[in-house]
């Protein structure tokens, strides 16, 4: 329930400050006073779209608020609570902006929050009934979801288990479909990896290969200079054979290490640094030795060891151009394709499992679209019986509301059911659907007495009904106040109306007053009680706030309220 409502700087209201609370509050106002303001208020809390023309001339920008009494543990404590927000014990607060410049700011629970969280929060807070909605009321899926809003309690459970079933099956039927329709192009993918792999497979490239093999081959390409120094390092550290008699390395340590121990009796010092040669000419002959091996290892046969090698180089650079990344992602390659080819080779048998599977969903989603129908149909019978009385009552006696259910349709997310609400006018004429065989008075009345009758399976915390009794008059807008008053015994309501007939019977009524000074139109709100309000009623009636029969009418239409209503008149 909303307790309060402030608003500023919206169309032509400059700030207002509307207090509602529980039971029937009824808005009125003289034509372009701002009434309407009211609803698209309501509406922005709720999420609507920020339209910069709705802020007021002059202004920077437009600002709402409103404080709701919500239930602390509540679905709408826990949608809040998951934004970000909180609430104050059981009030919950939401406020929105919108600037001239049409930027739009949202504030949750204290918090700042995306609009579509306020479009979350709406479905649970507030019904809006406008205009707009009565011609909506004429399409087949408003019409369906009003009788599956009755049916409700017994609806919900087998609805929600049909909504399963059937997006699986559609799920299941669109994969099939799209494995059918590509699997020659899904063959033709399989073939291509197929040969891919086999290449690879036969290739057999090896992590680093292509790095060992540059190695290789710039060692064989030199071969003969690599022989080279290495024979001739050889010599000069250890000769095997010196035509010149030149001393080697290792020739040369050995004469000074004997110098050395020659003269080391007198000077130990010279003892230490003739071991230190002895360890050089021991490390210089094992290098000898090493280069050695080095030169008997070197392949006398290395040109056609590097053809070989040249050989396998091209194969791999040839690989590695098929694959972006080179030579590393052609093995990988191998896993990903081969995991990809195994999926593919399991078309045959995905295809069949998709078969057998979207055949046995058939037959479920089938058996819960049965249900569905016999639940709605039952529902229609009952809803229209119900809704058939308040016409009576909202001066329609003659009037019958017949609901038929047609489960001949094709199955879609809602079932297989077309739900058509008619009206008959009066006794011995055929039910005519709405859009033909309802004026906009009657839609009105069919529309709040759908609701009067849907509130008791489904209630709703809030209603606001924006001019409902358009088109209707005397006698019927007296039923459409009293109906109104019912309906506000369970739930708050909120009306934007135009006739005193309905705002006899608010329990709260504010007035939306417009005061101009020849350049700019402003409206504020006020609450009326006692002569303010006979005097607004007054000129509900008449034009004539003052009128003294206006003012005898309007008592007389708030005391026939206050004896037959079921709210108190302030």
């Not at 543990?73 to 609570?81: F, I, K, P």
């Not at 927000?85 to 607060?93: A, Q």
Request: overall charge negative.
């Amino acid at each position: 329930m909303i307790e309060e409502l402030v608003i500023r700087d919206l169309g032509v209201i400059k700030e207002a400050t509307l207090p509602l609370g529980p039971g029937f509050t009824a808005v009125t106002g003289e034509t372009g006073a701002g009434k309407t303001m009211v609803v698209t208020a309501l509406g922005l809390l709720l999420g609507a779209r920020a339209d910069p023309g709705l802020v007021r001339h002059g202004a920077q920008q437009t600002w709402v608020e409103g404080r709701w009494q919500v239930e602390a543990d509540g679905t709408v404590a826990g949608r809040v609570r998951d934004a970000g927000g909180d609430l104050d014990g059981p009030e919950l607060i939401l406020s929105r902006s919108v600037s001239a410049e049409g930027r739009s700011r949202a504030i949750v629970g204290g918090r700042s929050a995306p609009a579509s969280v306020l479009g979350d929060l709406g479905g649970d807070l507030v019904v809006v009934h406008g205009q707009s909605d009565q011609v909506r009321l004429r399409s087949a899926g408003a019409q369906r979801a009003a009788l599956d809003r009755y049916a409700g309690p017994e609806l919900g459970p087998v609805l929600a288990d049909f909504e399963t079933h059937y997006h699986r099956w559609q799920d299941d039927r669109a994969e099939l479909a799209r494995l059918v329709t590509e699997q020659d192009e899904r063959t033709s993918e399989a073939a291509e990896l197929r040969a891919a792999i086999d290449e690879i497979e036969a290739i057999a490239p090896q992590p680093g290969e292509d790095d060992e093999l540059t190695a290789r081959a710039e060692r064989l390409g030199n071969l003969e200079e690599l022989r080279l120094a290495a024979a001739q390092t050889r010599e000069l550290l250890s000769a095997e054979e010196n035509p010149d008699d030149l001393p080697d390395a290792v020739t040369l340590l050995d004469a000074a290490r004997r110098q050395l121990e020659r003269a080391g009796d007198h000077d130990p010092a010279l003892s230490e640094f003739a071991q230190s040669l002895a360890n050089a000419g021991f490390l210089v002959a094992d290098v000898a030795a090493q280069l050695s091996s080095y030169l008997a290892g070197l392949d006398a046969d290395g040109a056609r060891e590097l053809e070989i090698v040249q050989e396998r180089r091209a194969v791999l650079t040839g690989l590695a151009r098929k694959y972006a990344g080179g030579l590393d992602e052609a093995i990988a390659f191998l896993d990903t394709g081969s995991a990809r080819l195994l999926e593919l080779d399991g078309d045959t048998d995905r295809i069949e499992q998709l078969r057998a599977d979207t055949e046995a969903e058939l037959l479920v989603v089938e058996a819960l679209a049965d249900r569905l129908t016999g639940i709605r149909t039952k529902a229609a019978a009952d809803l229209g019986t119900a809704v058939t009385e308040e016409l009576s009552a909202l001066a329609m006696p003659d009037a019958a509301l017949v609901v038929e259910v047609d489960s001949g349709g094709e199955l879609t997310a809602h079932g297989r059911d077309q739900v058509g609400i008619l009206l008959r006018p009066h006794a011995g004429a055929e039910p005519r659907t709405l859009a033909r065989g309802a004026s906009g008075g009657e839609l009105s009345r069919v529309m709040l007495a759908i609701e009067v009758v849907i509130n008791a399976t489904d209630p709703v915390a809030t209603f606001v009904f924006d001019e409902v009794d358009a088109g209707v008059g005397g006698a019927a807008a007296i039923e459409i106040g009293r109906r109104l008053a019912r309906l506000a015994e369970t739930a708050q309501v909120i009306v934007v109306t135009h006739l005193a007939q309905v705002a006899a019977f608010a329990g709260n009524h504010l007035s939306v007053v417009k005061d101009s000074d020849g350049s700019v139109t402003e409206s504020s709100v006020r609450q009326l009680t006692g002569d303010d309000r006979a005097a607004e009623m007054a000129r509900l009636l008449s034009g004539l706030p003052d009128s003294v029969s206006g003012l005898e009418h309007a008592r007389e239409l708030m005391n026939l309220a206050s004896a037959g209503g079921s709210t108190k008149i302030r």
